[in-house]
Nanobody, 123 residues
Framework: QVQLVESGGGLVQAGGSLRLSCAAS????????MGWFRQAPGTEREFVAA????????YYADSVKGRFTISRDNAKNTVYLQMNSLKPEDTAVYYC????????????????WGQGTQVTVSS
């Protein structure tokens, strides 16, 4: 089992940047594929980005491709989401998740979730 704690959210103006972190504890972090998802008010949670166990493969939603970068540091048990050129439509609660399987863009592939961190982008 793994516990996940997100941090780094906040209020930023459109065009600005934020870096989210997700610290993991418990089982060996490198055993998990990791993902970031987000949920805006009144909407369903949606996929943002995913990374494989080694960090050598990444995958992004079309809406964030070219602006967001997912990375991981297995020595620090942490996954990151660097968000640049933020838009008001990026406003949401951001969740990190860990998968004992292949991860990817499907929520049902993820086994563990953090509590989320709020990101608000003002226009």
């Amino acid at each position: 089992q793994v516990q996940l704690v997100e941090s780094g959210g906040g209020l930023v103006q459109a065009g600005g940047s934020l870096r989210l972190s997700c610290a993991a504890s418990g089982r060996t972090f490198s055993s998990y594929a990791m993902g970031w998802f987000r949920q805006a008010p009144g909407t369903e949670r949606e996929f943002v980005a995913a990374i494989n166990r080694s960090g050598g493969s990444t995958y992004y939603a079309d809406s964030v491709k070219g602006r967001f970068t997912i990375s991981r540091d297995n020595a620090k048990n942490t996954v990151y989401l660097q968000m640049n050129s933020l838009k008001p439509e990026d406003t949401a609660v951001y969740y990190c998740a860990a998968s004992e399987r292949v991860g990817g863009s499907f929520e049902r592939r993820y086994d563990y979730w953090g509590q989320g961190t709020q990101v608000t982008v003002s226009s």
